[in-house]
């Protein structure tokens, strides 16, 4: 948060002097590889202030990687100045070094940053990755007048893209925040608001995750779960089914209350019911999201019960 009000503040300082742009906003390299980001503006660079490279790893606070001016470390970073931009060549790439890379250039006493570009190294896939989609439960969507979903990344061992489309058109992409777990590994949560409306229209959601330069995804998509009056039919099985279990418990509970000491324990309160539930493929749970910016902007605190860094 420190950072992007940062890079906030040296914008509105510079006015409409000079802006970065970092037209890559994803790119996969594989290990050893030499990895190329551009960085370019409107305005002549040469002459200018000094140019600088960050890199924002999953989890942490950017750091300064290389400095354009000086010849330090050349073996690893070349930095390459141009007349309106600048390219980063980081030689023999590890997966250590995935994250976010961004320009910035000094200008009088401020620092300006570029849009950051996000360098996938490797393969972030392991044997314990998977990726679940959840949605907010239907009461909370009626009280806030938005569907929380979050794409859910387990278990993996480096960034990962992660994409929204909603029924075959790209959306633009979520806000991620990560868990790492004490073996190293990562849990990623991809979060995005949906208006009321749109949620309720019919239209597919779904969330699309490429873990290396494959091509291969995994897809998760979900829909409002608004069955036609003509496929009323195949619920009266599962229903007929459900009412007759919920009679059997009651009638259990009513022993369980009524006889404690014939069954040979007492009664006790009952543990509250767990926040997710499925209906109609959907997994529902509590997303506990922070709605002080309801612009989907700013995402303050993951799922309920999951404490992340940002």
Same mark, same amino acid.
């Given at each position: ?10 914008? %509105? ?31 002549? %660079? ?19 990687? !290389? ?14 100045? !141009?007349?309106?931009?600048?390219? &980063? ?5 590890? !997966? ?37 989609? %959840? ?55 991809? +979060? ?17 995750? !490429? ?51 014939? &069954? ?13 539930? +499925? ?32």
């Amino acid at each position: 948060m420190i950072f992007a009000e940062y890079l906030v503040l040296s914008s %509105l300082g510079l006015g409409v002097q000079l802006f970065l742009y970092q037209t890559q906003r994803i790119q996969f390299v594989e290990v050893s590889d030499t990895a190329k980001i551009h960085c370019s503006s409107k305005e002549k %660079l040469e002459g200018g202030g000094e140019v600088f490279w960050y890199l924002r790893r999953e989890g942490e606070t950017p750091t300064c990687i !290389k400095k354009c001016f000086d010849d330090q470390n050349v073996s690893k970073f070349v930095c390459k100045r !141009k007349t309106y931009g600048s390219t &980063l060549e980081i030689n023999n790439i590890q !997966k250590n070094e995935s994250g976010i890379y961004y320009c910035a250039v000094t200008t009088t006493s401020y620092l300006i940053f570029g849009n950051g570009s996000t360098l996938i190294v490797g393969d972030s896939y392991t044997k314990s990755s998977w990726v679940m989609l %959840l949605v907010s439960f239907l009461n909370d969507i009626q009280v806030t007048g938005t569907a929380n979903l979050a794409c859910v990344i387990h278990g993996v061992s480096s960034p990962v893209h992660v994409s929204w489309s909603v029924s075959g058109e790209l959306e633009e992409q979520g806000l991620t925040r990560s868990l790492k777990a004490k073996d190293g590994s990562l849990t990623l949560i991809n +979060h995005i608001r949906v208006p009321m409306d749109t949620w309720t229209s019919g239209k597919n959601f779904t969330c699309e995750v !490429k873990f290396n330069s494959s091509g291969n995804s995994v897809k998760k998509s979900t829909r409002y779960p608004a069955a036609p009056a003509s496929e009323c039919s195949h619920y009266i099985v599962p229903l007929a089914a459900g009412a007759g279990l919920l009679l059997l418990v009651v009638s259990l509970s009513l022993v369980w209350t009524l006889c404690p000491s014939t &069954l040979g324990f007492q009664p006790r309160i009952s543990a509250p019911p767990a926040s997710e539930e +499925h209906q109609g493929g959907i997994l529902y749970a509590h997303l506990d999201f922070d709605s002080r910016n309801r612009n989907g902007r700013t995402m303050q605190r993951s799922a309920r019960g999951k404490s992340v860094k940002p």
